[in-house]
């Protein structure tokens, strides 16, 4: 298994170590998964082309890497005011996204898993505060993916550069602001020594999945009782990364704060501009993507239309009733 991650990074890397682990661990050692951190076997740039040509056999990092291949890719990762992690699961477990996924895969020899889960992030990381849409004007931005071909609508320049590489460029200067994984995997960086806003709520990442590619054909060659170990392993870890990630987020941004962060409130009419710029995107891969990118993407659309008025009347509407000043013990 080769990831995206070094080796230890706090939920992604430890999920991507305990999956393999587990992988090994069901099949009572038949499978023994070794684990190859970031780059240390092939370029993280590579990790798909690796799994296809079997310098691998599987592959832990974010579908979305691979938009260059098809913009499909990134419906199973993160989409910008896309669907959160509860509903992603629901849409690719329950909706129909599965079965997509595995026809997109079968063009690039690999099966995908779901495999682990930020959940929703912030937005990122700025030098500077951002007070309106002109703001963003020339502001030099770390921010892959759908994301920032959005924000380069509104004068952002996209920059692309490793995670590691992050806060060299913010204090050097050769970068503005930057979007990484979220204040688990943030805080260890020490970004604040660069930027010190951290901008919430996030619009690139209402989830941001994990995904276990394998090669398509050792899959098939393995026995059922093998296949159903990764499966099950894959769903394991897809339910405890997020758990685990939604229990350290909270003491890793009061960690935050009290090493001097401010968290900023983007202004509505900054906000109402991403979500504009989002909304065109989506639109010209709709519209010019091929046939599986399409399929793909009127899944997806289609069910976050459906799903967002649950959302609204369950879980958004209490957890706005719960704002309200009751007299509730804090423990």
Known sequence: MITAWPRGLPGAGEGAQRLADRITALTEGRLTVRLYPAGELVPVQDNMDAVTDGRAEMSHD??????????AFAFFAAVPFGLVA?????????????????????????????????????????????????????LRARIPGLAGQALARLGVKQVLMPGGDILDALQAGTIDAAEFMGPVNDAPFG????????????????????????NIERFASLTPSQRAAIEAACGEENLRSLSEYSARTP?????????????????????????????????????????????????????????MLWTRLADQGFANMRLLDYPFPQG
Request: net charge negative; glycine share 12%; charged share 20%.
């Open 62 to 71: 974010m579908a979305s890497y691979y938009i260059a291949k098809s913009p």
């Open 86 to 138: 509860q509903e992603l699961n629901a849409w690719v477990l329950s909706g129909g996204g599965q079965a997509l996924w595995d026809d997109l895969g079968k063009a690039y020899g690999v099966k995908g898993f779901l495999a682990g889960n930020t959940g929703a992030q912030l937005g990122g990381w700025f030098r500077n505060e951002i007070k309106t849409v002109d703001d963003l004007k020339e």
């Open 191 to 214: 970004f604040e020594a660069g930027a010190k806003f951290l901008y919430w709520p996030g619009f690139q990442d209402p989830s941001a999945a994990f995904q276990l590619q394998v």
């Open 251 to 307: 003491s890793a941004i009061a960690d935050l704060v009290a090493r001097g962060v401010e968290l900023k409130q983007f202004p509505p009419e900054v906000f109402a501009a991403f979500g504009r710029a989002v909304g065109e995107v989506l639109q010209e891969v709709v519209e010019s993507g091929d046939d599986k990118t399409r399929r793909v993407a009127a899944s997806y659309l289609s069910f976050r239309s459906k799903t």
